[in-house]
């Protein structure tokens, strides 16, 4: 009887690309496993076995990662990024509507930071408050705004500006029947596992 031959053992299977640069990313964003992976609601474990290649993560979960990363899922995946001009020219960008709000984009899509033009009608969502991770700075050109953060309102003119935490629970609403005009700066560290819509708001405001 011929001696049996070693069982073949497996070579084990390459390191998918996107694994090292998902914790290239996380490390480089300074963010432990634990919190990147609450942030991206995931649990750690599952975050490690995508890191290290061990799971192949889904749509949805690159997505999340992107968001929490601050980045795009293009650069997940390790797609060169396309090449955006520097310049944004008036009339080059197509107004978007959302929630009776107009967006215009100031700047170029995809980066870590937006810059929009926004117009606020009276009455657009002025009883929504938000609540996500980023920072969010906005300079009124016309007419005037109501500025909520925490329990503080402010009001604010033409040529008025404000850069806050968007920790703190804010709302934006116009104070004139014509609205209001913004220059709207924000980062896009937000995920929808963060993000939170609280509605209309409860207790004293002080105003200043």
């Not at 750690?44 to 290290?52: D, G, I």
């Not at 207790?203 to 200043?208: A, H, L, Y």
Request: some cysteine; charged content about 20%; glycine content about 10%.
């Amino acid at each position: 009887m011929s001696p049996a031959l070693p069982e073949e053992v497996p070579e084990p299977p390459e390191l998918p690309a996107v694994a090292p640069r998902l914790r290239a990313l996380r490390r480089r964003a300074s963010l432990t496993l634990e919190v990147a992976a609450g942030s991206a609601g995931l649990s750690p474990a599952h975050l490690s076995r995508l890191e290290t290649g061990h799971r192949q993560p889904s749509l949805p979960m690159l997505l999340s990662l992107a968001r929490t990363y601050g980045t795009t899922v293009s650069e997940l995946l390790g797609e060169a990024p396309a090449d955006r001009d520097a310049v944004v020219r008036a009339g080059s960008a197509e107004a978007t509507k959302a929630g009776g709000w107009t967006y215009v984009q100031a700047g170029a899509p995809g980066r870590g930071m937006q810059a929009l033009r926004v117009h606020v009608p009276h009455g657009a969502q002025g009883d929504i408050v938000r609540v996500h991770p980023g920072e969010e700075w906005l300079y009124v050109l016309t007419g005037r705004l109501r500025l909520r953060l925490g329990d503080t309102s402010h009001r604010l003119g033409p040529g008025d500006s404000a850069h806050f935490d968007s920790l703190t629970p804010h709302k934006i609403a116009a104070a004139d029947a014509s609205g209001v005009e913004l220059l709207f700066v924000h980062t896009l560290l937000q995920s929808p596992t963060a993000a939170l819509c609280l509605g209309p708001a409860a207790g004293p405001i002080r105003e200043i």
